[in-house]
């Protein structure tokens, strides 16, 4: 089996369906990745070695996606030098606002790439994930310049009538 060079992290189960969204990203791109339920507040102990370990492990990227009081990803960034990437989820309550600002808000010293609130930012987190891996990977930056082509490819020049 390759060896996981991208973690996707989720502080629940609950956030899957929108976490997926990056899993499918890399999985259309060839990349290698693990995913787990590391929650910041309900397993802190597997949130401190995750991150511990994160480098030794080979970790490249490490995609984290929590809503409401979202502090996996700035307590992941605090842990590993290994690139973190927030992704804010959608929440009943506050509609993922409130998620956005638990993660992007961090203080100077510990970067979280913080992208848009839910799918659409999972699917980025995947694509930012892909475009760090491609500077050191001319195949995989062909893949993904391809991915890019496809899509811009894919967009009408003009609406259709309905
Ligand atoms: C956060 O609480 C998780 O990231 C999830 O988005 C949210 C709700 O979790 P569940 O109550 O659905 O497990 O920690």
Redesign the pocket.
Known sequence: MTRPVVGII??????WPTMREAAELLDALGVSYETRIV?A?RTPDRLWDYGKTAVQRGLQAIIAG???A?HLPGMMASKTRVPVIGVP?QTKALSGVDSLYSIVQMPRGYPVATMAIGAAGAANAGLMAAGILALQDADLAARLDQWRADLSASIPEAPEND
């Not at 989720?10 to 956030?15: F, N, P, T």
């Open positions: 989720m502080g629940s189960q609950s956030d929650s507040h929590a809503g409401g979202a989820v």
